[in-house]
């Protein structure tokens, strides 16, 4: 893959530390596996023995569910507010499991049976009729053959009846290809096969699933971090980590992470540290979007001065993300701005408060 890939999928970006694992796994395997459990489980949540870094912060035994499901054989569903990593833990799933993750399903309002089982090359398809030479597999169809996981993005912006084709590969573990003839007529799920499937809790009931295909799905929430130091750290790491990648040398300021963490914790939640009632925006501000912003703020600081970005270039970034999905968010925040005036950042964050338009 090109080292200009903005973004390897995980099995590349991690592919010494899944090579280390498989060295020292001696543990059981279920069937189709490319690690153990406990392997899978290392490579996720970090062994630092074997140099394995963290790299879902959350809940460790919200990874053991989700590893007990999947080896279950059952589809893994994970669901929660956008923004909680919900994507990197299934890409970290199936690259963990299988050694690949990019057998992937975008859901949306255009997605076809198409995308997700199988095609057809039309050139080859009218020269020769149906075959396996013209017949275009798609992420379920090779998931099913090649016996590994398919990861299904924000399953629930499908319409009902594109969700439900995944009902027969998931109960009976057969993909039926009515154009094709003879064995090849049918595709069987080899060991190692299943789906691990994501929505989000502000879309659930756009699509609503069918209780059939509810079914066949095991149901995890992934909620947002708790904890204000492990996800200032996160932010920071993360945040250093992409502004790395963007050709910026200077790390990002911890006292302007702090108030940027500070403040969307605040403004997602409603109430600021003292329990006093703050007004809560209805844009998504979640750690993604925190790491997002602060990446901006790094940017915007060293491209245009040639130094880490300011609490005012933080007030700048912050209108982006505030004003996605209401006018009155910006309202909002800014009165926000104006209640936390005082001390520090914060005077410079509320001097700033001019860079929000409007």
Known sequence: MSERAQRPP?????????????????DDRPPGWALSLRAARRFILGDDALGVTRKFVGDASLIDRS?????????????GEPGTAKSLLSELLAAAVSGTSTLTVQGGAATTEDQIKYSWNYALLVAEGPSTRSLVAAPLLRGM????MVRFEEITRCPLEVQDCLLSPLSDRVLAVPELTGPESMVF???????????NTRDRGVNEMSAALKRRFTFETVFPIADFDTELLLVESEATALLRRSGVTAPPRRDVLE??????????????????????????MSTAEAVSVAHAVGLRGWFLRGEPGTAADL????????????????????????????????????????????
């Not at 799920?189 to 299943?194: C, R």
Request: proline share 2%; with cysteine.
């Open 145 to 148: 053959a090649e016996g590994k």
């Open 10 to 26: 995980a099995e590349v970006r991690h592919a010494d530390e899944l090579a280390r694992l498989r060295e020292h796994d001696t």
């Open 189 to 199: 799920a080899q060991e190692g096969f299943t789906v691990i499937a994501t929505a």
């Open 67 to 79: 590893l007990v499901a999947l080896a279950t054989q059952r589809g893994l569903m994970l669901v």
């Open 315 to 358: 007030v700048a970034c912050l209108a982006g993300t505030a004003a996605k999905d209401s006018p009155e968010d910006l309202a909002k925040l800014r009165r926000y701005l104006e209640r936390r005036r005082h001390g520090g950042q914060w005077k410079a964050l509320y001097d700033a408060r001019h860079l929000l338009p409007g």
């Open 259 to 284: 108030v940027l963490v500070t403040t969307f914790r605040e403004l997602r939640e409603g109430q600021n540290a003292r329990g006093d009632v703050t007004d809560r925006l209805s844009g998504v």
